[in-house]
Each structure stands twice: as C-alpha cells, then as structure tokens.
C-alpha cells in the first residue's frame, strides 16, 4: 500500500496481464484486492464529489431506481352527483353577456386582431363560469370569429360523454361583415 501517486496511475492505465498473475501465484486473492482498490479511485485535493464518480453508478440512471408513487389530487368520494349542479341558463347568459360587450356594432374585423381578441374573450367566459364555483366540471369554450366574404364554414366536433350530466351552450353574433360563434362545452368528473 506504499505506493507513490505515479504508479497508481500507472496501474491504472495499463493493468498486469492475466498471465502474469498467474506466474506471481498471487490467484484470486489479489483480484479481489485490486477491484476493491479500483472503485476508490484517488481524488484530487480540493474534490468533495465523490459520491458522482462512474465507479458508483452500476445501473443506468432511471432503469433500475423505483418509480416514484404518483399523487392523488382527490379521494374517492364515491358521489355520483355535485353537489353543486351547473345552472346552464346562468352559463348562458354569461356567455352572451361578454360576446354581445365585446362583439357590437363598433367592432372591425381584422385577421391578426381578431385572433387575440377571440382568444382574451373564450378566457374571459371561462374564467366568469369558474368564478360560479359548480361543482366537479372542466370547460371548453370554443369561440370562432369569421368575415362574410361569400366563403363557407362547416364545423364537426364529436365527444364520448354522458348525456346526462355532459352539454353545451352555443350563442352567435351575426352583423354585416362579421360573424362570431361562441360553444363551451362542460363537462362533469368524478
């Protein structure tokens, strides 16, 4: 064990041969010994990443660690109704309420402005439906702003849903040279 930094570099980089071993009659005991030694390997001074070395990492990462346990975000209840039930007269006006303030007679129609503007008026519905608190329901809200130039719009959505808890409500603004569809879909969870 008296050996100087220089060499244990040297043993190393270049390991004896298996034949030479055998000649020394040293066998399997220094084996042994020389792996024992191999996974310490020497650090520098200042080093106090150790743990981060490659001779402790015998399974690839993520492989062999235990999954973690996912969370939970609700118990079971075991309620098949809300308690609180979506009143979709008050979804309705709601919607109609923020379309006919935004969508009116002073509004242009513009391509890029139009975009972002749909955009902070579905966000605005949703967020007024959500502040209504009804119990155990995820939102959709589809608006969808067109220019009557002589073109044509077909729309198709199709949902797997119960009929009975399930729906939407569909409101649209028609002036001259616009049009404006607002759908929100609302859909209840257990």
Known sequence: MGDSPEERRSKEVAPEAPAKEAETGKGKKEKKEKS?????????????????????????????????????RFMPTYRLESKNPLNKERVEN????????????????????????????????????????????RYIVLVTVGEFLMQGLYSMVNFLWDAEKDGFVTYSVERPSYFAVCTTFYLYYD
């Open 36 to 72: 024992a030694e191999g996974s310490q390997k020497p650090r520098p001074a200042g080093s106090q990443r150790g743990s981060l070395t490659k001779s402790h990492l015998s399974v690839p990462l993520g492989m062999g660690a235990p999954a973690a346990k996912p969370t939970m």
């Open 94 to 137: 709601i919607i109609k309420a923020v379309m006919n303030r935004h969508y009116n007679d002073e509004y242009m129609f513009h391509p890029k402005h139009s975009l972002h503007m749909a955009a902070q008026v579905s966000e605005e519905i949703k967020n007024r439906i959500k502040l209504d608190n009804y119990d155990r329901y």
